[in-house]
């Protein structure tokens, strides 16, 4: 718009002086040109839309933090989600505490109690089920050890350890962690007492006990011990040649409505990613259950080997991605993104926080790490997949009634642009006064205040819309124009029949132009605004009518108000309202027509 103006405005203003020999007259009407090109209610139509956007999501526990955001939302192709609490009931209990042939055993228990009780980290949800767990009683134990150093989890070693001074005065490092890292750190595993050697042959059968647990819907974490004598402090360097002694194993079912929201989600064209840390297995296992394929998958090392060409080739056809570290969580977001997706995550830990930021709607929900919260765009104040589904809505809803603004603004604007250029080169006065042009201008944006509150066909909120520039371009370009040929429809009307060349008469030219003017643009608010046939298939809101009614009737009442001299309108001639009805009923049904063309055409 802000080109059209460029070219437009001294255009106009040049070709009205050399014609009109009147440049203090061509100056005002071209400012007053510059100003109904401008969509000025744009900022206000965006702003409402967006706000009653943010309304209507919190009353369906969506807390919009960034309202630019719910465009990004309506636009979503590709929702990123981790897969607990998410798929998960976020619910974990402590199932199994065994030894590395899978028998039950308290040492275990008690080597993992230790280690969530002493470190000083944060807490997650494994922490928190082993030390609820019952089989201990807490006091009694944590009396006999003392904690002396830590070495606290990241997600490159994926473990961490604790160590503390037993009862009889030995320096213990305990440490918990993935089974594919505790594997490689250990040089021996203990069973019935016994310590043997981590070698090849044996290697296979502890793997085959993970797999199982695993394979059985099991999160599960290993725990592996080593004595450091005379030590009171540890490193890293300390993580190595451990004993493995055994699993605790956690159980997080998927929730019940976790298949039902996927498949909704993916009618509405949002397709549903797991992008996990957690273990290929359990994450398996959990995406054949709520209904999702888990092949092909990716794995955080074949990540890692990819270029970003290949990765985001891969991405669009993977739907599960395991063993995933933060750096990897982003690097697949940003792909999806270089490809076209409008993506978003969902995540609430710390470790969430750079993909969150990556995507183009980052979504948390109110009980995440702070860092993630500050980092979304959108709170769920329930992580449940089924609250999104709403949000999605809502969010289409939104953008759909700002998109039938911006097209109906700009493709008006465009089309006065061909009128107003003609009538300035051949009519011997001004087209219309300034002050005409303001009050049409003034009218018909008033005629568009209800927009935001304005009904959206089910259509319109069923698949993704984000921004196209290229569709809103060809939209302009085609519908545009039709106004201008009524407008000269209406001027060779004006001219001939009710011999309008007389400057003389030129009021009676200007009014009945802007009767017409104000009356198309008006009505052509209701074939715009929905892709099926006005009024039959599609009614507008009850507010959107009553105002466009009241325009309509006011600008064929202004030439008989009071107001008409101070406007510079004059009356009517009879003859020119049938004429202006036919001319509606033209406008109205060559717009329709091309509309449905270009729908056809899938042009827009």
């Known amino acids: 718009m802000i080109q059209l103006m460029a070219v437009m405005v001294p255009l106009v203003f040049f070709i009205n002086g050399f014609t009109k020999h009147d440049w203090k007259g061509a100056f005002f009407f071209a400012m007053a040109v510059a100003v109904g090109l401008t969509p000025e209610m744009l900022p206000m139509i965006v702003s409402v839309c967006l706000a009653k956007g943010a309304l209507a999501m919190s009353r369906k526990k969506v807390i919009v933090k960034r309202l630019n955001a719910i465009q990004n939302f309506g636009g979503m192709d590709v929702l990123c989600?981790?897969?607990t609490g998410t798929l998960t009931e976020d619910r974990v209990v402590l199932q199994r505490h065994c030894n590395v042939a899978g028998r039950e055993t308290d040492e275990v228990l008690r080597d993992g109690y230790l280690?969530?009780?002493f470190q000083t980290g944060l807490k997650n949800l494994l922490d928190t089920a082993i030390l609820n767990s019952s089989d201990f009683h807490e006091q009694a134990l944590i009396e006999k050890y003392k904690k002396l150093d830590e070495i606290p989890f990241d997600f490159t070693r994926r473990m961490m350890s604790v160590l503390v001074e037993s009862p009889d005065g030995k320096a213990i490092l305990l440490t918990k962690g993935a089974p594919e890292e505790i594997f490689h750190q250990c040089s021996q595993f203990e069973l019935d007492g016994k310590l043997s050697p981590m070698?090849?042959?044996l290697m296979k059968g502890l793997k085959d006990q993970y797999a199982s647990l695993?394979?059985?819907?099991?999160r599960v974490l290993a725990v592996a011990v080593k004595e450091l004598a005379g030590k009171t402090s540890c490193a890293k360097e300390d993580e190595h040649d451990l004993v493995l002694k055994g699993y605790v194993a956690f159980l997080d079912p998927p929730k019940p409505t976790a298949a039902t929201a996927?498949?909704?989600?993916?009618?509405?064209?949002?397709?549903?990613k797991i992008l996990t840390g957690d273990n290929d297995l359990i994450s398996r296992k959990v995406c054949r259950d709520v209904g999702l394929l888990a092949d092909p998958m990716l794995l955080g090392d074949e990540v890692e080997k990819m270029s970003d060409t290949e990765l985001a080739e891969a991405a669009e056809k993977t739907t599960l991605f395991a063993r995933l570290s933060p750096a990897h969580k982003q690097r697949i977001v940003r792909v999806l993104r270089s490809k076209g997706h409008v993506v978003g995550f969902m995540g609430d830990g710390i470790n969430d926080s750079p993909a969150l930021r990556a995507a183009d709607i980052g979504i948390s929900v109110d009980t995440a790490a702070d860092i993630a919260k500050e980092s979304a765009d959108l709170i769920l104040l329930q992580k449940d997949l089924m609250v999104l589904e709403g949000g999605v809505i809502e969010g289409r809803k939104v953008f759909a009634n700002i998109l039938k603004y911006i097209r109906m603004g700009a493709s008006s604007n465009f089309g006065n642009m061909f009128s107003v250029l003609g009538a300035s080169a051949f009519l011997p006065f001004l087209p219309m006064a300034p002050i005409q042009i303001l009050t049409n201008n003034m009218l018909y944006d008033f005629s568009q205040v209800p927009i935001p509150n304005d009904a959206v066909d089910d259509e319109l909120v069923a698949h993704p819309r984000p921004w196209n520039i290229g569709e809103i371009k060809r939209f302009i370009l085609c519908i545009g124009p039709i106004s201008s040929i009524f407008d000269y429809t209406t001027f060779f009307v004006m001219l001939y029949l009710f011999k309008?060349?007389?400057?003389?008469?030129?009021?009676?030219?200007?009014?009945?132009?802007?009767?017409?003017?104000?009356?198309?643009?008006?009505?052509?608010?209701?074939?715009i605004r929905t892709n099926k046939i006005p009024f039959f298939q599609s009614r507008a809101s009850w507010p959107l009518l009553i105002t466009t009614l009241t325009i309509m009737v006011f600008g064929a009442w202004l030439p008989y108000s009071p107001l008409a001299s101070s406007l510079g309108l004059t009356h009517l001639p009879a003859m020119y309202w049938p004429i202006l009805l036919l001319t509606l009923l033209a406008y109205t049904g060559l717009t329709q027509g091309v509309k449905v063309w270009l729908l056809r055409m899938k042009w827009i």
């Open 262 to 272: 996927i498949e909704a989600l993916h009618k509405h064209g949002v397709v549903v």
């Open 500 to 527: 309008c060349w007389d400057p003389t008469r030129a009021p009676l030219f200007q009014t009945g132009w802007f009767v017409e003017s104000i009356m198309t643009q008006t009505l052509v608010i209701h074939i």
């Open 81 to 83: 989600t981790d897969k």
């Open 199 to 201: 070698d090849p042959g």
């Open 214 to 218: 695993s394979n059985d819907g099991f």
């Open 115 to 117: 280690i969530s009780h």
